[in-house]
């Protein structure tokens, strides 16, 4: 069975940090893009940064640009999204996804936003308090 499974999400102060990991299992990584997105509070779900299969490509939400940084650990199975300078408008449920039909393909897009994800994690809740 296909899984992605959030974690690392918790309550930090403003400026703070926090590292979150997405690990899959029934399938590997490797072969797909994988995307972080985000979900607010009465806000529509947003998408905060994706990486191609390789790793060799990232992009980012302009409100995350110079404060998160995406990466993948693919002997894990893992991508991970070091998030810091955490302000209180990054509070929110973070997801990872991805579309494992359709490995190799060049899905993640300039603004941070996996196109065509099909495969949700249960996401993890990130809260940064003033």
């Known amino acids: 069975q296909l899984q992605l499974v959030e974690s690392g999400g918790g309550l930090v102060q403003s400026g703070g940090s926090l590292r979150l990991s997405c690990a899959a299992s029934?399938?590997?990584?490797?072969?797909?893009?994988i995307g972080w997105f985000r979900q607010a509070p009465w806000k529509e779900r947003e998408g905060v940064s994706c990486?191609?299969?390789?790793?060799?490509?990232?992009n980012y939400a302009d409100s995350v640009k110079g404060r998160f940084t995406i990466s993948r650990d693919n002997a894990k199975n893992t991508v991970y999204l070091q998030m810091s300078s955490l302000k209180p408008e990054d509070t929110a449920v973070y997801y990872c996804?991805?579309?494992?039909?359709?490995?190799?393909?060049?899905?993640?897009?300039?603004?941070?936003?996996?196109?065509?994800?099909?495969?949700w994690g249960q996401g993890t809740q990130v809260t940064v308090s003033s």
């Open positions: 990486i191609s299969h390789s790793g060799g490509s990232t």
């Open positions: 029934g399938f590997t990584l490797d072969y797909y893009a």
């Open positions: 996804a991805t579309n494992p039909l359709r490995a190799f393909q060049a899905l993640c897009v300039p603004g941070g936003s996996l196109v065509d994800s099909t495969h």
